[in-house]
């Protein structure tokens, strides 16, 4: 006796159909109540969760035999079906041009559906490769084209949203360095008895013999409150910037088909640029933004001009205008009443930021246990200052790109000004918080699960 197939291989394309036709029932009808309660057209933007249970109630209402599973974002999925609805005013199907499905079996749509998101295909024409796909297509006598349509039919969240990028090729050493540091920061900035015991992947003990293992006790914070603000409040996240006064296509709001927009601009590949230091901290937000050499454009004269080991002028900052630059940080930490010696410096590998066991940086008050020790190619340990450089700079090429000056009268200290200006106004105190919050909460996690490699974009 034949094996029965369970009921999601025996749907038809008519069981499906009835599916759709609950989500647009339940859809219209929460409308209409929600409507009537507001006394308005405006409908809240949480419509489709609030239509789940109608649609529950009429999903179960239809016949058990070859009914097919609902889909998994049933939101979504409400939502799709009433965009999609031809009528808009009743439960009726979208018109349809009279030709059906080839594919009728919503069974096997759903095993395409399950080997496209396995798979991950850059393009469309890939699929035509993958086995099973070429026979459904032989056997059906369909286009690649068309059983796309079909599978993205099946479930409208399919789209390219993957995202695939390439990264250097970390050594084991340097993975281990990473993996060392994340204990060393969670450790430290986890409260005692909070959050919940590690249980990833197995972390090497320290090569130091008889030394204490500190992911032994290592815990993993699940909220804010899992975390030590004193330790947090320490740090002073550093980095550079550099970019060029150039503005960037964009698009903007149009009907569809409409033709591009050409503007003739004088900045485009200029050689204006903008090199900066800032500093972030946790409790104070955007702490100093300082332009630095390397920075050159119409009207520009440095307060200083920097000189490199050989005598020629800087075309980079310099190891004594960075040390300058954190001199100013720590007059200003002080201003604010806070204590030095406790501050944790944080920034790269930059061979222009010198040695902290050399003679220059006791000097200036800096000693070597007041760094994080930044792993080397670790920008995702280091993120909270690079999201604060992507959320300066996606307003400054805003204001790049509106900007419209006679190229003759136009000079680079308006740039500078607005550097200043949206670093102040967005690096806010809740800003540095909520960015340093992830970092523990979130970025260091994911970088023990993947044993110290870069973990997705997301978590970065």
């Known amino acids: 006796m034949a094996k029965k197939k369970p009921a999601h291989a025996r749907g038809t394309l008519a069981a499906w159909l009835g599916v759709r036709k609950c989500a647009i029932k339940a859809a219209h009808e929460t409308m209409g109540v929600l409507k009537k ?42 939502r ?17 041009t009279g030709r059906n499905w080839k594919v009728q079996s919503v069974g096997l749509l759903m095993q395409l559906l399950l080997l496209v998101i396995e798979t991950a295909p850059r393009t469309m024409m890939q699929m035509s490769r993958v086995p099973l796909w070429r026979d459904t297509m ?15 039919t099946m479930c409208p969240a399919l789209g390219k949203h993957l995202r695939v990028e390439y990264k250097m090729t970390l050594s084991v050493e340097l993975m281990a360095e ?12 986890v409260l005692p008895d909070k959050g919940k015991p590690y249980d990833g992947p197995p972390i090497p003990p320290p090569p130091v013999p008889n030394a204490p293992n500190p992911a032994a006790a290592l815990r993993i914070p699940t909220c804010v409150e899992d975390l030590r603000a004193a330790f947090l409040r320490r740090i002073i996240w550093i980095d550079a910037k550099k970019f060029y006064i150039s503005p960037e296509t964009f698009k903007a709001w149009a009907v569809r088909g409409a033709k591009s927009v050409t503007i003739q601009d004088a900045r485009v590949r200029s050689s204006w640029c903008i090199h900066f230091y800032s500093a972030v901290n946790y409790i104070h937000g955007g702490i100093l933004i300082k332009v630095v050499s390397g920075t050159k454009g119409k009207g520009y004269k440095p307060d200083k001009v920097y000189k490199t080991a050989a005598g020629d002028t800087a075309r980079g900052p310099t190891f004594a205008e960075f040390q300058k630059f954190v001199a100013d940080i720590k007059a200003i930490w002080d201003e604010k009443g806070e204590r030095w010696d406790e501050v944790l410096l944080s ?85 540095a918080q909520a960015t340093t919050h992830r970092l523990f909460n979130k970025v260091l996690p994911a970088v023990l699960q993947a044993r110290g490699a870069y973990p997705p974009k997301q978590l970065r």
């Not at 999609?84 to 199907?93: G, I, L, P, Q």
């Not at 056997?139 to 349509?149: E, I, N, P, Q, S």
């Not at 003679?359 to 080397?376: I, Y």
């Open 178 to 189: 990473r993996v060392e540091t994340c204990v060393r920061w969670l450790s430290k900035a």
């Open 80 to 96: 799709y079906q009433y965009k999609h609805d031809a009528t808009a005013t009743s439960v009726a199907d979208k018109r349809r």
């Open 138 to 152: 032989e056997a059906h006598g369909v286009k690649c084209k068309t059983l796309w349509r079909y599978v993205r």
């Open 347 to 431: 920034w790269d590998n930059a061979s222009v930021h010198g040695e902290l066991d050399s003679e220059e940086w006791a000097t200036k008050d800096v000693r070597p246990n007041q760094h994080t020790r930044l792993p080397p190619y670790s920008p995702d340990l280091h993120c909270v200052i690079e999201l604060s450089h992507a959320t300066v700079m996606r307003s400054m090429q805003e204001y790049i790109n509106d900007r419209r000056v006679p190229p003759t009268e136009d000079t680079l200290q308006p740039y500078i000004d607005k550097l200043t200006e949206i670093f102040q106004s967005t690096i806010t105190p809740k800003w």
């Open 37 to 78: 309660e507001r006394g308005d057209d405006k409908i809240p933007k949480d419509w489709a969760s609030r239509s789940i249970p109608l649609f529950k109630k009429y999903y179960a209402q239809l016949p058990s035999d070859g009914r097919p599973d609902p889909p998994k974002r049933l939101a979504e999925f409400i």
